[in-house]
């Protein structure tokens, strides 16, 4: 029973100096997923076959509001002038726009690719059941009184097909196939109501919309990483307070106040605490300076005896950092 106590005292110590460890939140460049879409910038969604919960105008949002530094990435060719071709030249729009259309109406309104979907009529299904309730059965309530109430459980499904197209090839791109669903329940003593099998399917398109793309826009992503507050070496009464100010001025964001206690710190131990390296590249990589924190990462991991592994992590994490911001830039260099 004793050592029991002791196991649960010991897990609850630890997870609670890690929960007060300092972390430092980093921003990083990701790039999209579908490399090729980037030569596609100016692109066209055309009105989606069955689509009437507006999976088309909600997909055109995501890209015409998705902004990376303060920049459009995708421009998008108005829906109108696609309604309008498609009138003029009495072409047949199915909804789901194939390859040769693609090429045909693109090359017409100047897009470069062409977004087409064929949505599914939202399905909805209840099912009756019971649950088990209590009220007090006197004013004490020293017995109980069991009853049922009956209740509800709806699910929704929504399912569509998803693709783009680029006009100058004439292939698609990338091609998704969509099954969402959202189970609700609610009993006779709930307030709350369930929802239409419209509303349901509007937030199902959202969800759908939001996926389709993801993988087609690079985006920012931000992350925590925890800082090394513990000497690795026998600091003297002034190292081990450069190292507590630096910190301290880390929790106020005052990362160029930090900086030069831990420059001083890299000097006063002649340049072997992988500590103060450590932490100085957490810094560097928090300003998206991937360079110098590269350097500061391996020099920290070249004065470890022992694996450290947040230092591990780090010299790993910031190689792959650094590829996938030159991915990045690549794609939002293209077709400016």
Do not use: W
Not at 31 to 59: C, H, M, Q, W, Y
Not at 99 to 118: F, H, P, T
Not at 223 to 228: D, G, I, P, Y
């Amino acid at each position: 029973m004793k050592k029991n106590i002791l196991l649960i005292m010991t897990i609850g110590i630890a997870i609670f100096l890690s929960a007060c460890a300092q972390k430092v939140t980093i921003k990083a460049l990701k790039p999209a997923e579908i490399d090729r879409v980037a030569s596609t910038k100016k692109i066209s969604v055309a009105p989606f076959r069955n689509d009437n919960i507006g999976l088309g105008t909600k997909i055109e949002a995501h890209l015409a509001n998705h902004r990376i530094d303060d920049e459009n990435y995708f421009t998008i060719v108005s829906r109108s002038d696609f309604d309008r071709i498609i009138k003029e030249q009495k072409i047949q729009n199915s909804g789901l726009v194939d390859q040769k259309m693609a090429v045909e109406v693109g090359n017409l309104i100047g897009a470069q690719a062409i977004i087409s979907g064929d949505v599914s009529r939202p399905t909805l299904s209840d099912t009756r059941y019971y649950e088990e309730r209590y009220r007090c059965a006197d004013k004490k309530c020293k017995t109980f009184v069991v009853y049922r109430v009956r209740c509800t459980k709806r699910v929704i499904n929504l399912g569509a097909e998803v693709r783009i197209v680029d006009v100058s090839h004439g292939d698609v791109i990338h091609a998704k196939s969509f099954q969402k669903s959202s189970v609700y329940n609610h009993c006779s003593d709930d307030s709350r109501t369930l929802p239409s099998r419209e509303m349901a399917a509007q937030r199902l398109a959202a969800v759908i919309a939001d996926e389709f793309t993801y993988k087609l826009l690079p985006h920012y992503r931000t992350f925590e990483v925890t800082l090394l507050e513990k000497p690795d070496l026998d600091y003297d009464d002034r190292q081990e307070k450069l190292l507590k100010v630096s910190i301290e001025y880390i929790k106020q964001s005052r990362y160029d106040k930090a900086q030069q206690f831990l420059f001083e710190l890299v000097d006063s131990t002649g340049e072997q605490s992988y500590v103060a390296f450590y932490n100085l590249g957490v810094l560097k990589e928090a300003e998206g300076n991937y360079k110098d924190a590269q350097e500061y990462y391996k020099t920290a991991d070249d004065l470890m005896v022992e694996p450290v592994e947040e230092i591990s992590q780090a010299y790993l994490r910031i190689k792959s950092l650094m590829k996938e911001r030159e991915r990045a830039n690549a794609q939002l260099s293209r077709g400016r």
